[in-house]
């Protein structure tokens, strides 16, 4: 091998490892913070950017691009777990928002988890350890891909 060669195997080992460390710690904190759907990842950063705000499902949804149900789904899921809070419906919309009563180890990693997205390689490994959505279009396909 020559010397040029020798120089490269290390590096290359060396970014390698540290990639799969990155993405072993970036899934250690979508664990726990208890989001494993690319969908309710996109929900919780958006109701994190925009603060406290008053939004219906179907409003959430034309913003980021998903389906109306996928994002109400979402929204109940990240209330469920307490990751949002949201108010009674006021003419369908609720006021969501962060709540400010987060448990420590689970704040920290949301906000890494959110630091990280900022970045285009971040975004970009989010959306490799997350599971799509289902659609109900997608849904629709997948009945009738079972039934024949």
């Not at 998903?66 to 919309?93: C, F, H, M, N, W």
């Amino acid at each position: 091998m020559t010397e040029a060669a020798h120089q490269v195997q290390p590096r290359t080992s060396f970014i390698i490892g540290r990639e799969e460390l990155l993405e072993g710690s970036v899934q250690s904190c979508l664990e726990s913070v208890g989001i494993c759907l690319l969908c309710e990842w996109d929900v919780l950063a958006f109701v994190y950017r925009h603060g406290a705000s008053l939004a219906s499902a179907d409003q959430i949804a034309r913003l980021i691009g998903y389906e109306r149900t996928v994002v109400g789904d979402a929204l109940e899921r990240l209330e469920r777990e307490k990751l949002i809070e949201r108010s009674r419906p006021s003419q369908g919309a609720h006021l969501c928002r962060i709540p400010a009563s987060t448990e420590a180890k689970r704040s920290r990693c949301l906000q890494q988890l959110l630091s990280l997205s900022e970045t285009r390689a971040g975004r970009l490994l989010l959306a490799r350890l997350l599971r799509p959505a289902r659609t109900s279009l997608g849904q629709k396909e997948q009945s009738a891909e079972s039934r024949k």
